[in-house]
């Protein structure tokens, strides 16, 4: 359940539409469903913004259907990350409108009539080989209710491809920049824009690169100021922050009437 979800509830009870013993019901699954093995938290949404996303790689197919299925009762959206093949056709079997996003390995249900897209949100990747982990974050980014544009291969081997999309960059509320190898695009990216600059390492890159640890602790050292760091291929969390940026954390009194 949302904000929304719950102010409609609440004032349906104050205008007499609604008895307390039916509310009661409604929320009697709050703050969390029992699944046994999966025990989804339907509360996320009123604390949060946004309804708990299933993180798919460990778990069975068959735990990811019933944690999405959950989710759909109360929610219409849904997302699920690191999600293979086979968690899609589960959860397909079971929820139809279920699409997948095999690059970044995303489940989506989105049954909004007329999904948000505010503010402005650019993801910038510093070579294509990291828009596995880009397209994470974009997909999750605009599930999330937010504008997002895609920057992609402008890496400092080549800093005029950046340079040449500065107006871009400077009218967005917050940039996601993904890099492997040496890690340097978010450095450059925070030295042009006055916006604070999400910062993803990926594990691109050749032995030295460690799997990404190089990259991230490029970041984590940048001299540049705004610059907040993500762990290695973590698409999905700098979707949720750079979104919380761009459209601001849901206020206490957004909560209840």
């Given at each position: 359940m949302d904000t929304d979800s719950l102010n409609d509830l609440l004032g349906r009870v104050a205008r007499g539409e609604t008895s307390p013993d039916e509310a009661a019901?409604?929320?009697?699954?709050?703050?969390?469903?029992?699944?046994?093995?999966?025990?989804?938290?339907?509360?996320?949404?009123?604390?949060?913004?946004?309804?708990?996303?299933?993180?798919?790689?460990?778990?069975?197919?068959?735990?990811?259907?019933?944690?999405?299925?959950?989710?759909?009762?109360?929610?219409?959206?849904?997302?699920?990350?690191?999600?293979?093949?086979?968690?899609?056709?589960?959860?397909?079997?079971?929820?139809?409108?279920?699409?997948?996003?095999?690059?970044?390995?995303?489940?989506?249900?989105?049954?909004?009539?007329?999904?948000?897209?505010?503010?402005?949100?650019?993801?910038?990747?510093?070579?294509?080989?990291?828009?596995?982990?880009?397209?994470?974050?974009?997909?999750?980014?605009?599930?999330?209710?937010?504008?997002?544009?895609?920057?992609?291969?402008?890496?400092?081997?080549?800093?005029?491809?950046?340079?040449?999309?500065?107006?871009?960059?400077r009218d967005a509320r917050v940039v996601v920049a993904i890099a492997g190898m040496e890690g340097a695009l978010p450095s450059v990216v925070a030295g042009l824009v006055a916006c604070p600059v999400v910062a993803v390492p990926t594990s691109v890159g050749y032995g030295a690169a460690f799997g990404g640890i190089a990259a991230l602790l490029a970041m984590l050292n940048s001299c540049a100021n705004g610059v907040g760091v993500v762990n290695i291929d973590n698409g999905f969390g700098a979707a949720a922050l750079a979104s919380r940026i761009n459209r601001g954390a849901p206020a206490e009194a957004d909560i209840a009437p």
């Open positions: 019901r409604a929320l009697a699954r709050l703050p969390f469903a029992d699944l046994g093995d999966v025990k989804v938290d339907h509360h996320r949404a009123l604390r949060c913004g946004f309804p708990e996303v299933v993180f798919c790689e460990g778990k069975t197919p068959q735990q990811v259907r019933s944690a999405a299925r959950e989710v759909l009762e109360h929610s219409p959206v849904l997302l699920g990350t690191r999600a293979s093949a086979s968690h899609y056709q589960h959860v397909a079997q079971a929820v139809p409108d279920a699409r997948y996003f095999e690059e970044a390995r995303v489940i989506l249900v989105d049954r909004r009539a007329e999904p948000p897209r505010e503010g402005h949100i650019v993801v910038a990747t510093g070579g294509t080989s990291d828009s596995r982990v880009a397209e994470e974050a974009v997909i999750c980014a605009e599930a999330m209710g937010n504008r997002v544009t895609r920057l992609y291969d402008v890496g400092v081997a080549g800093v005029h491809r950046l340079l040449a999309h500065e107006e871009v960059l």
